[in-house]
């Protein structure tokens, strides 16, 4: 039996160990944790919707029109005609001809290799790609083979040396902890070349990026043929909580049939779908929210140059500034924090070894005053540096 004790303190000081801070009131670029006033760098909330009066107010129509649970699996007595509904909505919004939700993009992506493949079959994944991915694929016993990211000469070649059988490249199309967007165009066209499913992750692109935030997929200019399968989550850009997989009609109803994490799953509460059917039409009418995230973006990237700050490539909302070791990153977190500036400190296993991280996240509700303090904070922590 393993000493768990033994195994946290080693955690500890291997400085990996991992904590919850409690969170008092409303997400927002400002927030209350741990009893602290602080701002935030560190949500996924790109879009400023986790608050916002509109979804909310959605949110409490729905409570008194549905109750708090559903009661029940989407199969059996769970499925509301609030449901139905966003799922049309998020179909028609993606361009598919079916959408299906999901309890988590954890979930879609767990259900929906273990539904279309198995043993004999191979996942070709980006090194980068989210856990969910790699816990999917493996989850459908099928083969995982994972390539250098994003670098589509390699896939080809791991692609053509592969015996005959079921392939799927799976992909995030904005990488969580680097932020940097997928070769989308190069990898569809390779997928089409091979015969191979093609599944695109768009959780950090859904809402942020593309015409109306219609994702990363869309602003490649890829359609269903080209992306078969699209995840999307709700709990990020939209602000709300749940996923959905978006695709052809034979795709939905194979989910519908095979996808375990959904079919023993039961349904999301109805007000949830409410809420996030309030969320869409925000996240497609209020084209300012991303205008404003681009400014923001070109703002803190050129505040981060002439500080010299170490920032991965990254267009996208997350602002990755590399650090390398973790008890570094660990620190300099901490230190941000006792300014009340809340970001992440990313290490091990989340990242690779070596490439600790702080998490700069921005959000369509930050101020330019909120940018710039961030960054007086961070010059004056490199400028110390040799505390760290």
Known sequence: MKNLVEQLALRKQQDLYRQRGIVDGPQG?????DGQ?????????????????????AFHQGLDKYGAGSGAAHLVSGHSRAHHQLEEELAAFTGRPRALLFSTG????LGVMAALLGHGDRVFGDRTNHASLLDGARLSTARLIRYRHADVADLAARMAAAPPGENLVATD?????????????DLARLCVQQRA??????????GVLGRDGRGSVDAAGLGVEDVPILVGTLGKAFGTFGAFVA?????????IQQARSWIYTTASPPALACATRAAL?????????????????????????????PLLESDTPIQPLLVGDAGKALRMSAALREQGILVTAIRPPTVPEGTARLRITLSATHTDEHVDRLLDALGEMISAVKQF
């Open 37 to 57: 006033d602080c701002l935030s760098f560190c949500s996924n909330d790109y879009l400023g919707l986790a608050n916002h009066p509109q979804v909310v107010a």
């Open 197 to 206: 499913w093609f599944m695109v992750d768009d959780a950090h692109g859904f």
């Open 281 to 309: 039409q925000l996240v497609g009418s209020d084209g300012w929210r991303r205008e404003r995230l681009v400014a923001l973006i070109r703002r803190f990237r050129a505040g981060a140059r002439q500080l010299d700050l």
């Open 29 to 33: 670029v400002e927030i209350c944790i």
């Open 173 to 185: 199309g904005v990488f969580s902890m680097d932020g940097d967007i997928a070769p989308l165009q």
């Open 247 to 255: 695709g052809s009609e034979a795709l939905v109803e194979t989910l």
């Open 106 to 109: 954890y979930m879609a992506n």
